[in-house]
């Protein structure tokens, strides 16, 4: 028998070992992470990966895998409604600036669920959160139901206070504090998660590009040092966009020059955990997981 599943799956399914779950994949190590896990539990994973961004591994993780284009919203409900998957799972990072590209129309071939999701339903805002929850609509329209990837890997939550063998400067705590502030109001706009900071002073904001390309952003304007806060949104909705931290932030962070890393513990997973404090110490870079209570307190003293 395979090991008792956490509350992801007995809050309405039964999920046992022939059970099944759907996984919409994009970029990065957490698709992987949550599929082997998944199976690990004894469900079958039902995978879409997004084309150009999944990693190729799933297919070898996954019961089964097809890639899908980022505008085919339509055809990856019909695939998981024929294979009789009811609960779906968004994870990987999904990059937003094709949908912008001038030809998009004819690079991405939208089937006509996503055109509806994207001239009628988000016209007026498209937001992250409002484009997420449109498709997660869409997907309950269908008779789906969507959860969290932490929902079966709790365990990739970061857990409070100082990761690695390094600790912030006085004047670095200065630059999380203020950036941390700065970080919540930009995810309650739902702009982006992550500011960098050097000297009470903000050096770069994330929006559409990325966390990469926004600390890729302050080193090129920065080169003495600066403090990278990522936060979750004030409102956080565990199911999509949960700020995600592994070792490719940490290589990036050290190639612009970066001293700190400030992330929300228990809102922030960690990927990879052993190996990115290894790659912390090694770059010279402190790692910290604060709270958000912890956070207004020490602003309001």
């Given amino acids: 028998m395979p090991p008792s599943v956490p509350p992801f799956a007995v809050e309405t399914l039964p999920f046992g070992p022939l059970e099944r779950v759907g996984l919409l994949a994009g970029w990065g190590r957490l698709p992987i992470v ?4 998944a199976r690990n539990l004894g469900l079958e ?3 879409r990966g997004v084309s150009g961004m999944a990693d190729p591994t799933l297919k070898h993780v996954c019961h089964a895998y097809r890639d899908i284009g980022v505008a085919r ?4 409900i019909r695939y998981f409604r024929r294979h009789q998957v009811q609960r779906v799972v968004m994870a990987g990072k999904v990059e937003k600036r094709v949908l912008f590209h001038p030809l998009r129309i004819l690079k991405l071939l939208p ?3 996503t055109l509806k999701l994207w001239y009628v339903l988000c ?3 498209r937001k992250d959160d409002s484009l997420l929850l449109a498709i997660i609509r869409e997907f309950a329209r269908a008779g789906m139901d969507f959860g969290s990837p932490l929902d079966i890997c709790p365990e990739l939550l970061v857990k409070h206070g100082f990761l690695n ?3 912030p400067s006085t004047s670095q705590w200065s630059d999380i504090r203020f950036g941390w502030h700065l970080a919540r109001e930009m995810g309650r706009l739902d702009i982006g998660q992550t500011v960098c900071v050097s000297e009470a002073a903000v050096i770069a904001v994330e929006a559409i590009e990325g966390t990469d390309e ?3 952003r302050a080193g090129s304007l920065c080169r003495r040092g600066f403090t990278v806060v990522k936060v979750a949104k004030p409102d956080q909705d565990m199911r999509f966009d949960v700020p995600t931290v592994g070792t490719q932030t940490i290589e990036t962070i050290h190639k612009a020059g970066g001293k700190v890393l400030a992330i ?3 809102k922030t997973i960690l990927l990879d955990e052993e190996r990115v404090l290894d790659l912390a110490d090694r770059y010279r870079i402190a790692v910290v997981a604060m709270c958000a209570d912890e956070m207004e307190c020490k602003v309001a003293v």
């Fill in 111 to 113: 089937d006509w669920t």
């Fill in 165 to 167: 063998r390094l600790r």
């Fill in 123 to 125: 016209r007026g805002n």
């Fill in 73 to 76: 919203i339509g055809e990856a």
């Fill in 214 to 216: 926004c600390i890729r």
């Fill in 34 to 37: 949550f599929a082997e896990t």
């Fill in 264 to 266: 929300e513990a228990g």
């Fill in 45 to 47: 994973v039902y995978c």
